[in-house]
């Protein structure tokens, strides 16, 4: 938490998906910290160790999320950490969320209410 507010790590490559989460996750009361990429999520990860996580499956590289979750989870990652995935059902057949430490998986378009929904009750949950 930071000033009251729970904060809250989007990683994506794409400028557009950062700003549009910033815009929602701001405008429901959260800080957020913006990260280009795994690299730049690892370190703002653990200089704001933010209250939840939402990261890109597909960053820079085909790997690059999945990477990301297991850094997280070999740093004893606690925050709920969800993925972002424009590749629908196709990930559970590709990824194991559990094994990468991962609460679940955000389909791309983001249903915003469903975000907003799933962060607020996670974070009670969490808190």
């Known amino acids: 938490m930071k000033d009251g507010k729970y904060v809250i790590l989007c990683v994506d490559d794409d400028p557009d998906i950062r700003d549009t989460l910033r815009t929602v996750l701001v405008a429901a009361g959260y800080e957020v910290v913006l990260a280009a990429s795994g690299e730049d999520g690892l370190r703002l990860y653990k200089q704001h160790r933010p209250d939840f996580i939402i990261a890109d499956l597909m960053m820079e590289e085909v790997d690059a999320g999945t990477r990301f979750a297991k850094e997280l989870k070999a740093m004893g990652n606690k ?45 009670k949950g969490h808190a």
């Open 79 to 123: 925050a709920p950490f969800y993925m972002l995935s424009s590749i629908g059902d196709q990930m559970n057949v590709t990824v194991d969320p559990t094994e990468l430490g991962l609460d679940g998986i955000f389909q791309k378009p983001i249903d915003f209410k469903l975000l907003r929904d799933t962060i607020a009750t996670k974070l």
